[in-house]
């Protein structure tokens, strides 16, 4: 609850946290922010995904969609994405990847898998 709140603050309030008192108080209550997980944590754990869409006329499709672990995944994907941007692939305003990129555009990355269900 700390953290998201310091997050949408750091939104509005950035200058604000950077002052010395703001860091010194920040750090003072480092303990309170979790950490993540370890290298070999990150190692071995996968995400799962499972999504299903239903049509007006009740066609239903089910997919599952497996990938590295999601701290590891997402630097990853982020630092892709922000290459094909740099390269001027991109388009104003709030995108999903999948959008701009296409449904496969994740299917690129290693330790990604996807098994059509229904």
Not at 85 to 110: C, H, I, K, S
Request: proline share 5%.
């Amino acid at each position: 609850m700390l953290l998201a709140a310091m997050l949408a603050a750091g939104r509005s309030m950035g200058p604000l946290l950077q002052t010395p008192m703001a860091q010194a108080w920040l750090r003072a209550h480092a303990d309170l922010f979790p950490d993540g997980p370890t290298r070999m944590e990150r190692a071995v754990h996968q995400c799962v995904v499972v999504a299903e869409a239903v049509t007006d006329g009740g066609q239903i499709a089910v997919s599952r969609l497996k990938t590295p672990e999601a701290y590891s995944f997402s630097a990853v994907t982020a630092a892709a994405i922000a290459q094909l941007a740099l390269d001027g692939d991109t388009e104003a305003g709030f995108q999903t990847p999948a959008r701009v990129y296409g449904a496969n555009f994740v299917m690129q990355f290693a330790g990604v898998t996807r098994e059509d269900l229904v």
